[in-house]
């Protein structure tokens, strides 16, 4: 099924999040547009959304398979007047208001891996990539780019990933409306985003811990060649990955892609 571009903007009037819709049937990557639309002054709340991707990008230069009529490609453009340094809290929140959404449709199935992947039955159905610009050190805008995978068949994942990714309907074992769950997405995102700037990350973090079911898990983080082994006893205000590292060392992760041995 196609989006309903009509329903979606009508449902979306008076809303902060989808305000201004950019659809693409095609393109090359939403980030890239959204990125395009922040420099030119769009403001916070724009969207993209793509039914396919010639290049999806993924997290650390891999690429996020984007066929078309299947799944998410979305980017939203945030401008929220935090600290540079807080910037990771965006992601961190995006992360969380996608499980929620997803949570309602395999109920108890659905966790979060540090920083923000989404996984159902422990395989990852939906990824953030989030760009942040920024002039001194005042953050200009934010990117988060999501990808969800609602409709794609098993087979149509390249090969690499076939055993660690899955979609809604492969675990449902039903067609899933996009329409619906991207309704719920732009939704979530924007009620996260208000109690964030209203009450500060606290909550968020609270709701990432409970979402995620890391702590006290062994894990293994690889950033740039280096390794960190630790327990994992949850996150700091920047978004960090708090691990305890040879039973005494805390060590605050702020990049890197984890690995959990448990
Ligand atoms: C990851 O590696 O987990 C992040 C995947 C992010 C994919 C989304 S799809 C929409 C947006 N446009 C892109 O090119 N990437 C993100």
């Known amino acids: 099924m196609k989006f309903d571009l009509k329903e979606l903007n009508e449902t979306l009037t008076g809303k902060l999040i989808g305000r201004d819709i950019h659809y693409y049937d095609e393109t090359e990557s939403t980030n890239d547009v959204a990125f395009s639309l922040g420099i030119a002054g769009a403001p ?3 969207v993209v959304l793509a039914d396919s991707q010639r290049g999806g990008k993924g997290r650390f230069q891999r690429s996020w398979h984007s066929p078309p009529a299947s799944n998410i490609y979305t980017s939203i453009i945030l401008r929220p007047g935090i600290r540079l340094s807080n910037a ?4 961190i929140l995006a992360g969380v208001a996608a499980a929620e959404v997803l949570d309602k449709y395999c109920p108890g199935k659905i966790s979060l891996k540090w920083p923000n992947d989404v996984l159902l039955n422990e395989k990852k159905v939906s990824g953030i990539l989030s760009l942040a610009k920024f002039t001194a050190n005042h953050l200009d805008f934010i990117i988060l780019g999501i990808g969800i995978n609602v409709n794609m068949n098993q087979g149509r994942f ?7 990714a899955t979609s809604l309907s492969i675990e449902t074992g039903r067609e899933i409306s996009r329409q619906d769950v991207l309704i719920s997405l732009y939704e979530n995102l924007e009620k996260w985003y208000k109690k964030l700037l209203q009450y500060g990350f ?11 079911s890391m702590t006290g898990d062994t894990v293994e983080v690889n950033f740039l060649g280096e390794t ?5 006893e949850g996150i700091d205000d920047s978004g960090s990955l708090i691990l305890m590292v040879d039973g ?3 060590v605050h992760v702020s990049a890197g892609d984890a690995t959990i041995l448990k």
Do not use: A, C, M, Y
């Open 44 to 46: 916070e709340g724009t």
């Open 228 to 232: 960190v082994r630790g327990i994992v």
């Open 248 to 250: 005494n060392k805390k």
């Open 202 to 212: 606290d909550r968020v973090k609270e709701r990432w811990i409970k979402l995620s």
């Open 88 to 91: 990771s809290q965006i992601p």
């Open 158 to 164: 390249s090969e690499e990933i076939r055993k660690t």
